[in-house]
């Protein structure tokens, strides 16, 4: 049975940082996408990051302030976030695929961890 457990989410004044981490069990996603999407609330699940095989992509409206990256030796995925904003205040959940391609659709993957908690104060 394959489990994505969050953590690293908490409270942050804007311009912190937060580093959120995603273990995964059950099998091993080194040759697939993993990603990172949030949802504020009200609002749909938006995407934020993807990995795979050193490919990464972005929102463009976390461009330059997250960063995505894996330990495959961990089996865990992480988003550093810096300059956090209040409009970045939402769950975050990490999911994975088994495609093994980049993808900002949700749709795309295959699994979802439970989501975790960021809030940004102003």
């Known amino acids: 049975q394959v489990q994505l457990v969050e953590s690293g989410g908490g409270s942050v004044q804007a311009g912190g940082s937060l580093r959120l981490s995603c273990a995964a069990s059950?099998?091993?996603?080194?040759?697939?996408?993993m990603g990172w999407f949030r949802q504020a609330p009200g609002k749909e699940r938006m995407f934020v990051a993807s990995?795979?095989?050193?490919?990464?992509i972005y929102a463009d409206s976390v461009k330059g302030r997250f960063t995505i990256s894996r330990d495959n030796a961990k089996n865990t995925v992480y988003l550093q976030m810096n300059s956090l904003k209040p409009e970045d205040t939402a769950v975050y959940y990490c999911?994975?695929?088994?495609?093994?391609?980049?993808?900002?659709?949700?749709?795309?993957?295959?699994?979802w961890g439970q989501g975790t908690q960021v809030t940004v104060s102003s």
């Open positions: 990995w795979s095989g050193g490919y990464t």
């Open positions: 999911a994975a695929a088994e495609k093994s391609w980049v993808s900002r659709t949700a749709g795309d993957y295959d699994y």
């Open positions: 059950g099998r091993t996603f080194s040759n697939s996408a």
